[in-house]
């Protein structure tokens, strides 16, 4: 009789190991959560004029810019299809307020490899880059150190003046912000 609970005890430990590893295999197999896209549009633009804040020093520190300008869209290339544009006053020939990642003044983009950045916060939150902000000889610099990066690049963005025209991908909503922010651009 006790040969009959000790194999009725196996079965249902089995059982249960069973669906433990099961979920286990489940859990692990899911998709990633994908990234949000925000809409973006890739366009030509005229400069009608700059708004230049920020990027001085105060009590030795060098505040990072929030540089905007108003822009002429000239030429859309191409728009992320799920996004009403046109109530965002985004049209062919319409000025807009653009906001820039980065300065709209000289800049340089570093990206760099670091093997101590994190990787996680260890809350599940990946890391993959910090991100540091200086200045150096006339250009802004933004220094992005990543363990993630495998090859180390320096951008140079030379400016806009007023009446450039530049070609740029912009985001709809970038950081909350309700306006269309521009990171890299070439003048054109």
Not at 76 to 94: L, M, P, R, T
Not at 165 to 182: E, N
Request: hydrophobic share 40%; no cysteine; proline share 4%.
């Amino acid at each position: 009789m006790k040969q009959i609970y000790w194999i009725i005890g196996i079965i249902v430990l089995v059982i249960i190991a069973s669906f433990v590893i099961m979920s286990i295999i489940r859990e692990q197999s899911k998709p990633l959560p994908q990234l949000v896209m925000l809409p973006n549009l890739n366009f030509e633009g005229s400069v009608i004029s700059l708004s230049l804040v920020g990027g001085v020093e105060e009590g030795g520190d060098i505040t990072r810019p929030k540089d905007t300008a108003v822009v002429r869209i000239d030429k859309i290339n191409s728009i992320s299809s799920d996004f009403d544009w046109v109530s965002a006053g985004v049209e062919e020939g319409k000025e807009i307020v653009v906001k820039f990642q980065y300065s709209v003044r000289p800049a340089k983009l570093k990206q760099v490899f670091d093997s101590e950045a994190p990787i996680s916060l260890g809350n599940e939150t990946p890391v993959s880059a910090t991100l540091s902000f200086t200045k150096e000889n006339g250009y802004f610099v933004y220094s992005i150190k990543s363990g993630t990066i495998t090859e180390e690049t320096e951008i140079i963005l030379s400016g806009l003046e007023n009446s450039s025209k530049f070609k740029a991908t912009g985001w709809y909503g970038y950081s909350g912000i309700k306006d269309l922010t521009i990171g890299k651009y070439e003048i054109i």
